[in-house]
C-alpha cells in the first residue's frame, strides 16, 4: 500500500491488548515508540492516542510518562473488580467513540489492536468516513477477519524491532544457542 506524505494519520493503540500479547507470545514488552515511527510512516501524525487501565496500585505510572515523553496522548480508565474477585479492563467503546469523531479529520486511521470487536468500525469508518484504515498487531493473536477487512496490516510479530528485550531472556537465549 502506497502512503502518502499529505495523509492525515490518526493513530489508536489499545495498550492493553498490544501488552497481553506480547507478554503471552513472546515474554517481552512492546515498544510502542518503535510502533508510532511505523504506523507515522512519513505522513502528517495529527492524533497518537494510548488507551491504557489504571491498575490498583498504579504501578503503571513510569509506563504512562514514557508513552506521553514518545509523543501519546494517553488516555486512562479504572481497572474495574467485580464482587467474585474478576477484573476487566477495556477501552472498546471508547476506542470506538474516538475513532469516529476522528473520521471526519483524517485521512488514515491505524488501529494498533488485534481485537476482532472492532470489525464493525473497521467497516464504518471505510464505507460512511471514507478513511483507509490500517491494523497494527501480533498476526498470532489477531482476528483473521481483521486482517482481511484492513486496508493494509502490519504483523508486529515479524519485527523483533517492536519488542523490547530484556537482557536476561537475549542473554538466557544466547545461552540457549551456544
Not at 509506563?63 to 494517553?74: K, R, S, T
Not at 474495574?80 to 477495556?90: H, L, N, T
Not at 469508518?125 to 501480533?138: R, T
Request: overall charge positive; charged content about 30%; hydrophobic content about 40%.
Amino acid at each position: 500500500m502506497i502512503k502518502h506524505s499529505e495523509q492525515r494519520v490518526g493513530i489508536l493503540v489499545d495498550v492493553s491488548n498490544m501488552y497481553h500479547s506480547a507478554k503471552n507470545l513472546y515474554k517481552q514488552k512492546v515498544n510502542f515508540k518503535e510502533i508510532l515511527a511505523k504506523a507515522v510512516a512519513g505522513r502528517k501524525l495529527i492524533r497518537a492516542t494510548a488507551y491504557a487501565i489504571r491498575t490498583e496500585n498504579q504501578e503503571e505510572a513510569p509506563f504512562i510518562e514514557a508513552l506521553e515523553q514518545q509523543g501519546f496522548e494517553v488516555k486512562m480508565k479504572d481497572l474495574q473488580v467485580f464482587a467474585g474477585g474478576a477484573k476487566k479492563g477495556d477501552w472498546d467503546v471508547g476506542i470506538t467513540l474516538d475513532a469516529i469523531k476522528l473520521g471526519d479529520k483524517l485521512d488514515v486511521i491505524v488501529l494498533v489492536s488485534g481485537d476482532g470487536d472492532y470489525l464493525p468500525l473497521v467497516s464504518y469508518l471505510q464505507n460512511n468516513k471514507g478513511c483507509l484504515v490500517e491494523i497494527m498487531a501480533f498476526r498470532k493473536t489477531c482476528s483473521s477477519r481483521l486482517v482481511e477487512e484492513a486496508d493494509d496490516f502490519t504483523d508486529l510479530g515479524s519485527d523483533k524491532k517492536f519488542l523490547i528485550y530484556n537482557r536476561n531472556s537475549r542473554s538466557n537465549n544466547l545461552k540457549k544457542r551456544k
